[in-house]
């Protein structure tokens, strides 16, 4: 039987929307070959149900709040003005992530959502990076991370954070590739018309 994962993927006013829609495309329509089902389920979250106002404007309803959300295997961490600047100082928000970090397979940042999990400590003593504009604020602020530079994503096994904006999409064909394997990997990134090279993947 093939494997099934949830995702989950935090919503919070001021998001970069590339930051979740890259992903959130790439699992929702990734699929096995010869078969209906798919490997990904795909959902929003956010610390209450209020509509989501992401960066330039952009309305969003999230699926769950952090009460009544259901378990995931995968969540996933964008970044923005909204994570760098505003809920870096959420402690309601830095405190679920931290709980919810022991009980998924993968989490994933994408841009400064590294921020995000850089104040719960997770990133300490790992190697990560984030978008190349605060790449230097990464270093400086939180010294007990290896930041990385000049590389789309880092894998660290159960944690992956990846630079900014559109390489979120890289870091999930990455983590496709993974999870299911090259093929679907491939067919997914042909559907939606998107170049990726899994030869270059950097671990």
């Known amino acids: 039987m093939k494997k099934h994962w949830n995702v989950g993927i935090l ?3 001021e998001v970069e929307v590339l930051d979740f829609a890259g992903p959130f495309e790439v699992f929702s329509i990734a699929s096995y070959s010869n078969c209906q089902q798919k490997p990904f389920t795909v959902k929003t979250v956010a610390q209450t149900t209020d509509l989501i106002s992401a960066r ?11 009460n009544n959300s259901p378990s995931f295997d995968i969540l996933i961490i964008p970044g923005g003005y ?3 600047e505003i809920e870096i100082h959420n402690e309601i928000l830095k405190n679920w992530i931290k709980i919810r970090a022991e009980e998924c397979d993968i989490i994933a940042s994408v841009c400064t959502g590294s921020f995000l999990l850089a104040e719960t ?13 605060d790449i230097d ?3 400086s ?4 991370i290896k930041v990385q530079r000049g590389v789309k994503y880092v894998d660290e096994s ?11 999409i890289d870091m999930s064909f990455y983590l496709l590739n993974r999870l299911v394997g090259k093929e679907i990997a491939i067919a997914t990134a042909k559907r939606m018309e998107y170049d990726i090279n899994l030869h270059k993947i950097k671990h």
């Open 11 to 13: 919503l919070f006013n």
């Open 56 to 66: 330039n404007g952009l309305k969003v309803q999230p699926d769950f709040d952090f």
């Open 82 to 84: 909204g994570a760098e």
């Open 121 to 133: 400590g997770l990133l300490d003593g790992k190697r990560a990076t984030t978008h190349w504009l």
């Open 137 to 139: 604020r990464l270093e």
């Open 141 to 144: 602020e939180y010294t007990k």
């Open 158 to 168: 159960n944690i992956i954070t990846s630079g900014g904006i559109s390489a979120g």
